[in-house]
């Protein structure tokens, strides 16, 4: 649960500064969403959930 609100909260960050600052228009920021919520009740969903799981877990293993 961790993992995907922080996950939402990134890729939120993300969207709004792409919005504001990379040009990003408000229309393909809505195109964005609505494939995530059409993605996210796909038979896709548990592998796309278990590969950011995955990517999280390889990332906090980095070590600096």
């Known amino acids: 649960m961790a993992v995907s ?3 939402v909260v ?3 960050v993300l969207v709004i500064l792409f ?3 990379g040009g990003l228009k408000a229309g393909h920021a809505v195109v964005c969403v609505l494939l995530g919520f059409y993605l996210a009740s796909s038979s896709m969903a548990p592998a796309i959930a278990e590969f950011a ?3 999280a877990g390889l990332i906090s293993g980095i070590k600096f």
């Open 5 to 7: 609100i922080s996950a």
């Open 10 to 12: 990134l890729l939120a």
């Open 19 to 21: 919005v504001k600052k």
């Open 53 to 55: 799981t995955n990517v």
